[in-house]
C-alpha cells in the first residue's frame, strides 16, 4: 500500500474553474486506469477535456467532488449560515455570538445590554458552587450566550466556508429554486430571506464558479433546513429514529455540528409565536419581562424563537451526539434538549423490549463525564453540570 498527496489546498490561492474542471476530467478516469495515476495525469488534454464533458452531461459528477474552494463570508445573516451548515458536505468556522458581541441595530442593542447586566447579577450567584468554574469570562461568555437570544437571527456574522466544486453549484441551485418558492409568499420570515439568498446567489455567480451542467436540478434538490412537506411526522425509536420538538434558532444552529444527523424546521407548523426562556430566569421576576421583549422584537425574528424542529438519525449518533453535549461547557438547551429527547426514546425502546434501552441509559444520568470510560481533558468541578441539573 502507498498513499500520497495529489492535491491540495493552499493559502492565498484563487484556483481558475478550468482547474477544477480538469480534476474533476482527470479523476473521473480512474474507474477505468489503464496503469497508475500518474500515467492518467499525463494524458493528452484532448482526452481530459472530452471525459470532462462527458461527466458533466451524465448523471455521476461526484468527480469534480475532488475540488475544494475556501469562501470568507464577510457580514452575511446568521439564517444564512445555518442554511449553509444543514448542507452537511462542508467545513465552516464562523464567528460565535456566544462569545463575541455582534453588531446590533440601535432597537435590539439596548436590549442585549440590558440583558447582558442582568445575566451577568444571576449568574455571580451561581458562582460559590463552583468558584474555579465560574470566572469573570465564564461569567461573561454565558451571560453573551444568554443575551444572544434576543438578537436576530438576520444578523450579520462571519464565516470560512469550504466546499467542494460540485456542492458549491448544488447549493446555487437549490437556493435558486427557493428563491423560486419564495415569490409569492406573503410571511414575513420569507419576504426577508428571499432578498439575501439572491445577493448570495449574485455573489457565487460573481466568482466565475457556477456551472450549468453541474448545477442542473435534475435530481429536484431542495435545501434541507426548510421542510415543507405537509406530511405530519411520525415519531419513531429504534436503529433509526425521528423525533419533532419545539428548539430555539439558537439551538438548531448548535445542532447543525452534527452533520450525520439531519434537522430541518418544519415549516407548515412555523408559527412565530412562542421563545425560548433561560432555564435561570424561569419562576422568577425576569421571566415576564424576557418575553415582552422577546414579543416586541419578534418581527425581527430573535434567535430565542422557536421552530418545530424534525430530527432523523441513527441510533448510534444519537449516541455520539450524548458525547458532545451532555456537557458543561455545552449549550444549555441543547443539552437538555439532548437529555428530553434521550428519555423520550429511552421509553419506547423499553415499552418495545428492545435491547437498544440498555445501551442508551447511562448516557442519560448525566454530563458524559458521568459515562464509564470518558476522561474529561479539563473538568469543570461544577456539580450541577455534572448531574446535568444546572441552570445556566
Known sequence: MEVKVFAGTKLGYVPKKEELDKIGGLTAGICYLPDTIETLFDEDEEKTKRREQNVKMSGHKSPFDHSFISLELVDVPKILAMVLNDEQMYTTSE????????ALPEEENVVYEKWLDIF???????????????????????????????????????????????????????????IDLFEDAEDTFSVKLRPVLIEFNKQLENLGYIDEKLSLDDKNFALKLFNRSDRKVVEQFGECYTLQYNGSFAQLAQAHRHRTIDYSIKMEEFSANSFFVPPILKGTEFEAMWLADCENLKENFPQGMLVPIVERGTFENFILKTKERKCSCAQLEIDKQTTDSGNKMFRHLLSSNLPLAEELEPYLRGSRCTVSGYKCPTPCGYKDGITGERII
Open 95 to 102: 464567528k460565535s455570538a456566544r462569545y463575541k458581541r455582534m
Open 120 to 178: 451577568e447579577g444571576l449568574i455571580k450567584l451561581e458562582q460559590s458552587k463552583a468558584p474555579s468554574w465560574f470566572t469573570d469570562v465564564k461569567i461573561k461568555k454565558l451571560a453573551q450566550e444568554n443575551a444572544r437570544y434576543l438578537t436576530s437571527v438576520f444578523t450579520p456574522t462571519s464565516m470560512a466556508y469550504t466546499v467542494s466544486y460540485r456542492q458549491l453549484n448544488i447549493i446555487y441551485r437549490k437556493i435558486a429554486k427557493e
